[in-house]
């Protein structure tokens, strides 16, 4: 077969780039620790019920008047099921599985986080608008994964 000479020159080209980002990636996953950017802290899933603040999961006001809402996340719910934050609050969401892959998002606010088990993930938003918003899994997590909702009331 019959290749023109600018094809393999841009074929090299691709492949090198290819080479010299997987070597980036997994030169910065194994020697620097480099975890996706809402993973910033860990936690033992065998023990977030008796880990603190996952052990009393929900809403807490801060000093400053922001909030951190802590969730766990486990097959097939959320815990809280319902949240209720004052209009205006800038939260924190702290969320954590004790079982598999879960997602953590509200639609039309920006909110959407994976969810891995030993790891906490993290997102924030400021609650500007009232009403009642959904809060659905969206990652496949197991045979009841479409009665996993719950919903977060800004009032
Ligand atoms: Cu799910």
Partial sequence: MHMHRAEKI???AGIAMLVVFLAT???AAIVDGFVPPSHVQSIDPTKVSQTAPFDHP???KLADGSYEAYYVAHIFSFDPQHLVIPLGAH???YV???DVEHGFSIPLTGVNTMVTPGWVSTVS??????GKFLLVCNEYCGAGHQMMAGD???K
């Fill in 10 to 12: 841009w074929m090299t």
């Fill in 25 to 27: 990636l997994t030169t």
């Fill in 58 to 60: 929900g809403l807490h």
């Fill in 91 to 93: 939260v924190t969401f």
């Fill in 96 to 98: 954590t599985s004790p």
């Fill in 125 to 130: 938003h400021t609650f500007k608008a009232p």
């Fill in 152 to 154: 977060v009331e800004v």
